[in-house]
T-cell receptor, first 114, second 113 residues
Framework: QQQVKQSPQSLIVQKGGISIINCAYE??????FPWYQQFPGKGPALLIA?????SEKKEGRFTISFNKSAKQFSLHIMDSQPGDSATYFC?????????????FGPGTRLSVLP | DGGITQSPKYLFRKEGQNVTLSCEQN?????MYWYRQDPGQGLRLIYY???????QKGDIAEGYSVSREKKESFPLTVTSAQKNPTAFYLC????????????FGPGTRLTVT
């Protein structure tokens, strides 16, 4: 119940295309869903996050879509650029009263071809 | 500049030796975390601390130890009992546990031979 599943494991997209990464969770107590971007040899950095009271959040070229009933959320990167090439992690967290910490997906390695 | 610093960036040790990884933050965050990252896997929680002088085991605490004597510092010791210590170690902090963004340090790559 603590797992967050993420797909695909790797993704290759042409410059200007749309990158889509999907995540799914089981634990309905999760109520915060961030996406992190990590470049090689660096620590992850928060990209965008959503709470379950909204179905979509957009920041620039990055959009999170959230489907509470399906327990799924996804990251869409519009007009993908070579500089977006990185590993992306989805995560989920819930109430500390129930002992829940952040749970991370296994990551998606995105390559955007010039 | 506010942020999290980890040192050193690369660390090499012989098998059987304990090694301590440094993590310092000047964000005035209450909560701090240690994660381990292996290729093809997500981040796995080793230890976390919500306040000074208190810390809790995460999912993979065996073979590791921590201390939290100061709010800004949360060092991790990889002991000789850790069977497979070679990994990329990430420290993070958040204003409060669970609430919102975790800020990550640049990481320390530990190689044990």
């Amino acid at each position: 119940q603590q797992q967050v599943k993420q797909s695909p494991q790797s993704l290759i997209v042409q410059k200007g295309g749309i990158s889509i990464i999907n995540c799914a969770y089981e634990n309905t107590a999760f109520d915060y869903f961030p996406w992190y971007q990590q470049f090689p040899g660096k620590g992850p950095a928060l990209l965008i996050a959503i709470r379950p009271d909204v179905s979509e959040k957009k920041e620039g070229r990055f959009t999170i879509s959230f489907n509470k009933s399906a327990k799924q959320f996804s990251l869409h990167i519009m007009d993908s650029q070579p500089g977006d090439s990185a590993t992306y992690f989805c995560a989920a967290s819930g109430s500390p009263l129930e002992g829940q910490n952040f749970v991370f997906g296994p990551g998606t390695r995105l390559s955007v071809l010039p | 500049d506010g942020g999290i610093t980890q040192s050193p960036k690369y660390l090499f040790r012989k098998e059987g030796q304990n090694v301590t990884l440094s993590c310092e933050q000047n964000l005035n965050h209450d909560a701090m975390y240690w994660y381990r990252q292996d290729p093809g896997q997500g981040l796995r929680l080793i230890y976390y601390s919500q306040i000074v002088n208190d810390f809790q085991k995460g999912d993979i605490a065996e073979g590791y130890s921590v201390s939290r004597e100061k709010k800004e510092s949360f060092p991790l010791t990889v002991t000789s009992a850790q069977k497979n210590p070679t990994a990329f170690y990430l420290c993070a902090s958040s204003l409060r546990r669970r609430d919102g963004e975790q800020y990550f340090g640049p990481g320390t790559r530990l190689t044990v031979t």
